[in-house]
């Protein structure tokens, strides 16, 4: 039973040593020259200073935006299984996804209606 | 090499009741899609009642029809219980519609607030709170609520009663947050709700998981077969079972559970607290009876204690904490605990006579509950419900119709004979009788009597004591309350005179099928 | 000694007699109307009252023709089942029979000749509308006490009257006096009270059934039906004022006149003989009980007659005098087969006593409520149809032939003659003697009110009464002078009787003949009278009583000192019963509500704190409710 699992196992030390091993290099051998700019929190392509809008808040807009990003998202994923078994899963599968999609669709429908999508 | 997959067969008819709501909730997404914004109301109000009402017609044709199946490869029990809790959820989900339809009673027309996100006191929100506009998601919210409890009960497999669990849950949460006045109070209430909730699901989940892995199968029906054969470890099962019943405890608010209780209570709008009194407590305690009843009916002698404990705490604690309290609302949720309490009495019962009466207290206490909210949210003043126990002196002299009416259902909640809940609590504690469980039974009515003690003291706050000064006054209600109100104190009265032909009604659907 | 047939039976009420609840309904629809309407009814009220007892009386009349028409003359009407547990049946219905029929009769035509007589009398009063619904209240109480058919029926009745007496003798409340005589009076029904309630449930233990048909059919006997019959006699005792629950009735006279006379000396008083009258087949199975009966009654006869010699108080007298007179009827009663003549002294009683009283109530009217006798004198010419009423009641009273007195006092005596041996000559000496000192006081009461000089307090202008106050006074005194002759002609009440009372019984011979009897009984009697006349008449009366008297007048004025007895020997020891009583009610039971109350508002309290509003200690307390339930469980598997 074990040897299923042991290349999984040395997969897991392997790539835990290695990072081990990279932090513990770089820390031990590079040198440590401190500015301001490298205690900041490192952000990607966004300016870190000054935060938009009062108080280092972001508008809930964009939380939306990735809300139903997601939300979309998880349930097209939800549309690929079925794809791959759809000609095993016959009329029954067909007649449930088309549902699903219907309701998926009354959401966006909502969203959409209400201003969900529009920025402003 | 992959194989065909078997297409699972469903019977749709059974699951009529579930389905329509569902539909109907779905149909309001799409009216708050489509209809414009000064018929969306009326429409709203128009789906969910007419969805609840063709739901109850098919719950009656249904039980007309009397055969008891399981349906969607038993992952549904269509039986008398479920049937009957159905039926209960439908016209309790009516009068809690009602409920939130009521326009009359907030000056700006509305009981829920138009945009919750809004920080509480921001400007905006006082501008809003001021204003006539109306939010009207809250009804495909409730109709979703609704849906999820009718499946609750009926659920023959754990995960699909997580599933249940879940969509029940999630609209209540939002809907706690809701209220248009004391907004800040209300978000409070809806964050502790999901957090407790998430937390409580949890356990259900690990429960259910725990359970897979000692029955091999989330089916109640497998699980009984499982906890028949002997020779199996069953540490998996007990823990289980304790995971399971923390988070079906949760949702019915028993002791050590029910810390969230008050607090949602109060915050949330008082239709929205009606809707999680009364429904959310039936549709739990279905849950509950099918778990214990067919999953863990033959292990009856390992958790029974459990139960005994749990049922002896929260009766206790309900009914001493609710004599300091000093909020109406808050009072109504210790009193709700209490009853809890009452009605696990009947379900350690354990017989035919136990499933009835719990039936029947069920019914009982969900109309009782849903009209007591009702009358709660006509005593208002300037800012919004006057729930504080010392405004509501001498509400007698002022409003003797109204004043009556609350002291009938405090009544009612005390047990007092000739209304319901004295007939409900007979039929439960005469089933624990027959079933071994005096000693519970004496708990039970010691804690009967204290909890009478603090319905009296609102009786004699209401008429023998002088109004205040600026106390509050009572709105008039339209229709909407004014109808739910009269029906539960209907239902409240004449089920305390006449209560045979609903406890023959209970007793004939108190059959599962396993 | 049975002198009744086996069983007795009862036959359903039909026709005419089918209406019998319109009887009980009418007075009572009266008190109900009058006592909801308010202020309403302040004009027609009083009006309505009479009217309802008036209706009341024909109804009477017309049933009494109905009965009389029939064969079994024992009428029962099913009303509703009152009480139905198990095996214990109690059916609410009404039982018309001779007796009862009887009793409507009296309650309903003398109750309505006070009704009329107290529009005068009351005229003045501000709540003379309240007065008028207690009255009615009394009647339909009274009418339920005498058609019950058991004895629970009976006790609601009992109780009925005894609340309408307490109500009417505190009429006037804020008189001191009034509101301690109603106390005093409801406390010592209370004590009869009891005595009744527990034959109602011996007779439930033993026999389990309270209807009459019940009851007279079990064939009780022994001690059973002794101790059921002494227990119904202390009921009899308390409500009809007999030795030794007496005291109360000479108090109650604070109450108005009308009711004075109405309540408490023609008919609610005589309740107690109905009892035993009705009870007749108990009596019967226990000789016992009745020599009880008998002795209560002649003790009592001589109690009344003594007192009511020493009392300067019109109303006390005539009060004494009814508590005596009632003896009478209480040792003719005891006397088997000498029911019917305890119902003929009753009937013809009720006549004079409630026509005396009337005419003191129309003095009292006259004379600025004064009742003090020896500040009354030489009314006669003043209140010339007040003297003729008073005088024919007198006449009736000391049993004059030919009126009322005379037929059924004389039965008395002679029928205790008749019980033979040393019991007979003991209690028909003590009726003979009653007799004599029965004519020495009423005479001394005519002549001390009627005649001699006048010895009024200043500014008294005696005047004759309204006719409407009259003219019931007038039909009572015709009552007083006719009515015994009427129903003694060929038998007419003993036979009319007969099936609640049994036949009347002859006995073989008599102890002392007839004529001989009533010839020695005229000469008591007028030595009686002659006594207090030379004593009253021929001397000026003083206008304080005298000092220097008899130990027995000191005694006699003093109620005998049964009101000092009945202190020491019951208020004291009560008093301090109950004082102990609410010490442990204070400190023990109170103390102990009082504490857990405090102990669960105090838990309440503790607890409340731990619902901190902390969502973080709401997941803690959660969780450790789930370790918990955990442990329970495995707790439980553990033990297996």
């Given amino acids: ?120 | 090499m992959p194989t065909d997959i078997q297409a699972p067969s469903i019977a749709y008819l059974p699951l009529l009741p579930i389905l329509i709501v569902f539909g109907a909730a779905t149909l309001g997404v799409l009216v708050e899609a489509f209809v414009p914004a000064h018929q969306r109301r009326l429409s709203q109000v128009v789906v969910a009642v007419a969805g609840l009402v063709a739901s109850l017609g098919a719950v009656i044709y249904l039980a007309a029809d009397g055969t008891s199946r399981l349906v969607a490869e038993s992952a549904l029990a269509i039986d008398g219980p479920a049937l009957f809790l159905q039926g209960t959820l439908c016209v309790l989900g009516i009068g809690s519609i009602l409920l939130l339809s009521e326009r009359r009673l907030d000056r700006s027309g509305g009981v829920v607030v138009s945009q919750a996100a809004n920080a509480p006191g921001s400007r905006e929100d006082l501008r809003l709170a001021e204003s006539s506009h109306v939010q009207t998601e809250v009804y495909p919210l409730a109709m979703f609520a609704l849906g999820g409890m009718l499946l609750f009960p009926a659920c023959n497999n754990l995960l699909l009663m997580f599933v249940a669990l879940e969509v029940l849950s999630l609209p209540l949460y939002l809907m706690a947050g809701l209220a248009r006045r004391r907004r800040l109070l209300s978000q409070e209430a809806a964050l502790k709700y999901f957090l407790l909730g998430a937390f409580a699901s949890a356990f259900f989940l690990y429960g259910v998981a725990l359970l897979y892995g000692y029955a091999g199968s989330v089916d109640l029906g497998d699980i009984l077969t499982a906890t028949s054969q002997a020779g199996k470890s069953d540490g998996l099962l007990y823990l289980g079972v304790a995971m399971l019943g923390v988070g079906l405890l949760f949702k019915v608010g028993a002791v050590p559970f029910q810390a969230w209780t008050p607090d949602v209570y109060q915050g949330s709008p008082t239709p929205v607290t009606a809707l999680m009194a009364a429904c959310t407590k039936v549709a739990a305690f279905g849950a509950l009876l099918r778990v214990f009843y067919v999953g863990f009916g033959t292990s009856q002698w390992d958790w029974r204690p459990m139960l005994w404990a749990v049922a002896i705490l929260t009766m206790v604690v309900g009914a001493i904490l609710a004599v300091t309290q000093t909020d109406v609302k808050r009072m109504l949720a210790y009193s709700s605990i209490a009853h809890t309490g009452f009605i696990l009495v009947g379900v350690i019962a354990i017989n035919k006579s136990g499933l009835s009466g719990t039936l029947f207290y069920l019914l009982t206490y969900g109309f009782t509950t849903i009209a007591s909210f009702a009358v709660v949210g006509l005593v208002r003043d300037s800012a919004g419900e006057a729930t504080h126990l010392a405004q509501w002196a001498g509400l007698g002299k002022r409003s003797p119709l109204v004043a009556g009416v609350f002291a009938l259902l405090l009544f009612a909640l005390a047990g007092i004979p000739l209304t319901s809940g004295f007939m409900a609590k007979f039929a439960v504690f005469k089933a624990a009788t027959e079933g071994g469980a005096t000693a519970l039974v004496v708990v039970g009515v010691i804690a009967s009597a204290v909890t009478a003690f603090f319905y009296a003291r609102v009786v004699v706050l209401m008429f023998f004591q002088e109004p205040t000064v600026d106390g509050p006054t009572v709105a008039v209600p339209s229709a909407y309350t004014a109808v739910t109100i009269a029906v539960g104190v209907a239902f409240t009265v004449i089920l305390g005179i006449v209560p045979q032909p609903v406890l023959d009604l209970a007793g004939k659907a108190a059959t599962f099928i396993r | 000694m049975t002198l009744l047939a086996e069983k007795v039976t009862y036959v359903p009420a039909t026709g005419t007699l089918s209406a019998l609840w319109l009887l009980l309904a009418l007075p009572a629809a009266g008190a109900a109307i009058l006592l909801l309407t308010g202020k309403r009814s302040e004009k027609w009220g009083p009006y309505l009252a009479c009217a309802m007892t008036g209706l009341s009386f024909v109804l009477g009349v017309v049933f009494f023709f109905a009965l009389k028409g029939l064969t079994n003359r024992s009428v029962d009407q099913h009303l509703f089942s009152w009480i139905s547990v198990g095996r214990f049946q109690v059916p609410a219905g009404l039982l018309y029979d001779p007796l009862s029929a009887t009793f409507v009769l009296l309650i309903t035509g003398v109750g309505f000749l006070i009704h009329v007589y107290s529009l005068g009398y009351m005229d003045h009063d501000p709540r003379k509308k309240t007065f008028f619904a207690y009255l009615n209240l009394f009647i339909a109480a009274m009418l339920l006490l005498v058609l019950g058919n058991s004895f629970l029926a009976l006790y609601v009745g009992w109780e009925g009257v005894g609340l309408a007496s307490y109500l009417l003798i505190a009429f006037w409340y804020f008189k001191p006096e009034a509101a301690t005589a109603a106390k005093k009076a409801f406390i010592a029904n209370r004590v009869g009270d009891l005595g009744l309630s527990l034959a109602i449930m011996v007779m439930f233990a033993a026999l389990g059934t309270t209807t009459y048909a019940g009851v007279f059919n079990s064939g009780v006997a022994g001690g059973t039906a002794t101790a059921i019959g002494l227990l119904l006699l202390l009921g009899a005792c308390g409500k009809s004022g007999q030795f030794p629950l007496q005291t109360w009735l000479p108090d109650a006279m604070e109450g108005p006149t009308p009711v004075s006379a109405l309540i408490h000396a023609a008919t609610m008083v005589t309740a107690g003989v109905y009892l035993i009258a009705r009870s007749t087949p108990i009596f019967q199975a226990s000789p016992d009980a009745q020599t009880v009966v008998t002795i209560i009654g002649a003790i009592t006869l001589v109690i009344g007659c003594v007192i009511g010699c020493a009392y300067d108080d019109i109303k006390k007298v005539l009060a004494y005098s009814t508590v005596s007179q009632i003896g009478y009827m209480f040792l003719a009663v005891g006397i088997p087969g000498a029911g019917a003549i305890a119902i003929l002294h009753l009937l013809t009683h009720g006549f004079f006593k409630a026509c005396m009283f009337l005419s003191a109530g129309s003095v009292m009217h006259a004379m600025g409520d004064q009742v003090d006798m020896r500040r009354f004198g030489g009314l006669r010419k003043y209140m010339p149809i007040t003297f003729g009423c008073f005088l024919t009641g007198y006449l009736a009273i000391i049993g004059l032939p030919p009126f009322a007195g005379f037929f059924s006092k004389d039965k008395i005596i002679e029928a205790a003659y008749d019980l033979h041996g040393t019991r007979g000559w003991i209690l028909g000496t003590v009726a003979l003697l009653g007799a004599g000192i029965t004519a020495f006081y009423m005479t001394r009461l005519m002549v001390m009110t009627f005649l001699g000089e006048k010895r009024w307090t200043e500014g008294q202008h005696p005047h004759e009464s309204p006719s409407v106050m009259t003219a019931p006074m007038v039909l009572l005194a015709i009552g007083s002078a006719v009515s015994g002759g009427l129903l003694v002609l060929g038998g007419a009440l003993q036979n009319w009787l007969a099936p609640t009372l049994g036949p009347q019984v002859e006995v073989g011979a008599h102890t002392i003949s007839p004529t001989v009897l009533t010839l020695l009984t005229l000469l008591v009697v007028a030595g009686g009278a002659a006594g207090a006349w030379f004593t009253y008449g021929t001397k000026p009366v003083l206008t304080t009583p005298p000092v220097a008297v008899t130990p027995l007048t000191v005694a006699a004025r003093k109620n005998l000192y049964f009101d000092a007895l009945n202190e020491s020997l019951l208020m004291r020891p009560g008093q301090y019963l109950t004082r102990f009583l609410v010490w442990v009610d204070n400190r023990g039971i109170d103390g102990a509500v009082h504490a857990l109350a405090a102990g669960i508002g105090g838990g309440s309290g503790r607890l409340r704190r731990t619902q901190t509003g902390f969502v973080r200690s709401y997941a803690l307390s959660m969780f450790g409710g789930a370790l918990l339930v955990v442990f329970a469980l495995l707790a439980v598997r553990l033990g297996q």
Avoid: H
């Fill in chain 1, 1 to 120: 039973m074990l040897q299923y699992y042991l290349p999984i196992i040395v997969l897991f030390v392997l790539a835990f040593g290695f990072a081990a091993f990279s932090v513990g290099a770089a820390s031990f051998t590079g040198p440590k020259r401190y500015n301001r700019a490298k205690y900041d929190a490192y952000e990607c392509g966004i300016e870190p200073a000054p935060q938009p809008m009062g108080g280092g808040r972001f508008p809930i807009k964009f939380y939306l935006t990735a809300m139903l990003f997601i939300v979309f998202d998880i349930e097209i994923i939800f549309l690929y299984p079925w794809a791959v078994a759809f000609g095993r899963l016959g009329v029954f599968g067909l007649v449930e996804m088309v549902l699903f999609i219907a309701t998926v669709f009354v959401a966006y429908a909502y969203v959409w209606r209400r201003g969900g999508l529009e920025w402003d």
